[in-house]
């Protein structure tokens, strides 16, 4: 079946780099694109960007471009969302996702926490 | 970019039916995909494809789309039925991908 397991939480200084992976399994890697989304506490989900862990190449959103970098490493079937310049608004719990038909996000890692505290 | 509005939150009776809607313009248009997310957990893929449930989700869950409006309906409502509840569609702007603002189902 289906695994995306997520690397653990992270406590991150103002400022400070976070890189979080997802590692697949159950199917294969690069035949399915993976999704990067994060949710605020208490609030809502957000969208960050795709990457094709067949080519590599990545799509992101507006709000995180130039501070968010996705890979993959095809040999482990891992991917990885580096986020820059964290500040506190950053906090979040933070979900790989694979997509699925229609654009929907059909599997979902178990999340990461990432807490930007001085 | 494409902006889609749910209610920030529904209630209902056990064993009532629930409809959490979805409104967006045009939405009819799209594919609209329904997430459920308890507490504490990851999000799970309840519908796809408007209507279309995955494998293990039960039947009391459906969904339509037409209009402006997309819906989602869980028929005789469980306890265990409350969660937030998101929609989401791809669109063909910069943030291909767009999730409403989700709706906190609660069983009375």
């Known amino acids: 079946q289906v695994q995306l397991v997520q690397s653990g939480a992270e406590v991150k200084k103002p400022g400070a780099s976070v890189k979080v992976s997802c590692k697949a399994s159950?199917?294969?890697?690069?035949?399915?694109?993976m999704h990067w989304v994060r949710q605020a506490p208490g609030q809502g989900l957000e969208w960050m960007g795709i990457?094709?862990?067949?080519?590599?190449?990545?799509s992101y959103a507006q709000k995180f471009q130039g501070r968010v970098t996705m890979t993959r490493d095809t040999s482990t079937s891992t991917v990885y969302m580096e986020l820059s310049s964290l500040r506190s608004e950053d906090t979040a719990v933070y979900y790989c996702?694979?997509?699925?038909?229609?654009?929907?996000?059909?599997?979902w890692g178990q999340g990461t926490l990432v807490t930007v505290s001085s | 970019s494409y902006v889609l509005t749910q209610p920030p939150s529904v209630s209902v009776a056990p064993g009532k039916t629930a409809r959490i809607t979805c409104g967006g313009n045009?939405?009819?248009?799209?594919?609209v995909h329904w997430y459920q997310q308890k507490p504490g957990q990851a999000p799970v893929l309840v519908i796809y494809?408007?209507?279309d449930r995955p494998s293990g989700i039960p039947e009391r869950f459906s969904g339509s789309n037409s209009g402006n409006t997309a819906t989602l309906t869980i028929s005789r409502v469980e306890a265990g039925d409350e969660a937030d509840y998101y929609c989401?569609?791809?669109?063909?702007?910069?943030?291909?991908?767009?999730f409403g603002g989700g709706t906190k189902l609660t069983v009375l």
């Open positions: 996702a694979r997509e699925g038909m229609g654009g929907n996000l059909a599997g």
């Open positions: 159950g199917y294969t890697f690069t035949s399915y694109y």
């Open positions: 990457i094709n862990p067949s080519g590599g190449s990545t």
């Open positions: 045009n939405i009819g248009s799209k594919s």
């Open positions: 494809y408007d209507s």
């Open positions: 989401q569609v791809w669109d063909s702007s910069s943030d291909p991908v767009v």
